[in-house]
T-cell receptor
Framework: DAGVTQTPRHEVAEKGQTIILKCEPV?????LFWYRQTKIQGLELLSY????????DGGAFKDRFKAEMLNSSFSTLKIQPTEPKDSAVYLC???????????FGPGTRLLVL | QQKVQQSPESLIVPEGGMASLNCTFS?????YFWWYRQHSGEGPKALM?????GDKKEGRFTAHLNKASLYVSLHIKDSQPSDSALYFC??????????FGTGTSLLVDP
């Protein structure tokens, strides 16, 4: 079974650039999540989709972060413009339904200079 | 809003020893409890779930849940170097998404 795939695995951006991270969830899963992980804040939810509909678009992240589900098997997270404080690991996860196991991708490590 | 706290922040145990990880949560209506494990360079993976009060054992791993005390724990018996990882507690209830804890970093010293 193919798990969650994320590309790229590493990204280096200059401050002010636009970057797009990609995620392919497990086939057949209805829920998709984007998280940001840092040592200080831990796992923070950025966006949550159910059957392609945006259910939650995390508060403080709204202004520069935009997640989309183009179809049931592909999602993007756009950060525009990037700032050095955005340096973190961005994780995508999917699950069958909201109380089921979440399956995580390997993450994209973003460094903003 | 659900608050999930884990302790200790980091833990070192000798190979073959017992590791005990703790988690407290704030929502008394919480129903579903998960432990996730994350090895360096990978995404978190679900280790085990527990939904009823008491103990649940899966191999070397035992989860304990006490909903009245707002407490869940994970015990790893006969710890192996491959158990060295970041462990997350995650809590939810019907209609609400998972809330992850702050994480415990476990190092098993060979």
């Amino acid at each position: 079974d193919a798990g969650v795939t994320q590309t790229p695995r590493h990204e280096v951006a200059e401050k002010g650039q636009t970057i797009i991270l990609k995620c392919e969830p497990v086939s057949g899963h209805n829920d998709l999540f984007w998280y940001r992980q840092t040592k200080i804040q831990g796992l923070e939810l950025l966006s949550y989709f159910r059957s392609k509909s945006l259910m939650e678009d995390g508060g403080a992240f709204k202004d520069r972060f935009k997640a989309e589900m183009l179809n049931s098997s592909f999602s993007t997270l756009k950060i525009q413009p990037t700032e050095p404080k955005d340096s973190a690991v961005y994780l995508c996860a999917s699950s069958l339904w909201d109380q089921d196991t979440q399956y995580f991708g390997p993450g994209t490590r973003l460094l903003v200079l | 809003q659900q608050k999930v706290q884990q302790s200790p922040e980091s833990l070192i145990v000798p190979e073959g020893g017992m590791a005990s990880l703790n988690c407290t949560f704030s929502d008394r209506n919480s129903q579903y409890f998960w432990w996730y494990r994350q090895h360096s360079g990978e995404g978190p993976k679900a280790l085990m779930s527990i939904f009823s009060n008491g103990d649940k054992k899966e191999g070397r791993f035992t989860a304990h849940l006490n909903k009245a005390s707002l407490y869940v724990s994970l015990h790893i018996k006969d710890s192996q170097p491959s158990d060295s990882a970041l462990y997350f507690c995650a809590v939810s209830r019907m209609g609400y998404k998972l809330t992850f804890g702050t994480g415990t970093s476990l190092l098993v010293d060979p």
